[in-house]
């Protein structure tokens, strides 16, 4: 049995942009999402760069963000990437 999968929607939270259009065109102009670590404090670590998702708030693509607020960051961008999908495949 040949199972098929069709992909009506896409979305994407990632360190060169918080949705499609903005990631696509960051990775067409060849920009890097990699810094200085900011979300916490590196000191300690042997090295203080990485790819964060700076700037990210679920506000900005749920109406009930604060019901989230306990939830890992992993979490977050999967519920906005969640959204943004559906809202790309027009259902």
């Known amino acids: 049995m040949?199972?098929?999968?069709?992909?009506?929607g896409m979305g994407m939270v990632t360190p060169?942009?918080?949705?499609?259009?903005?990631?696509?065109?960051?990775?067409?102009?060849?920009?890097?999402g990699v810094g200085e670590i900011s979300l916490f404090d590196a000191s300690s670590f042997p090295t203080r760069i990485a790819a964060e998702?700076?700037?990210f708030d679920l506000a900005r693509y749920v109406k009930d963000a604060d019901r989230w607020?306990?939830?890992?960051?992993?979490?977050?961008f999967?519920?906005?990437?969640?959204?943004m999908a559906v809202d790309h495949s027009g259902l």
């Open 69 to 76: 607020v306990e939830h890992c960051r992993n979490t977050l």
């Open 2 to 8: 040949q199972r098929r999968v069709v992909v009506t």
């Open 16 to 32: 060169v942009g918080h949705d499609l259009e903005s990631t696509w065109s960051s990775l067409q102009e060849g920009r890097s």
């Open 78 to 83: 999967a519920i906005a990437a969640a959204r």
């Open 53 to 55: 998702a700076k700037g």
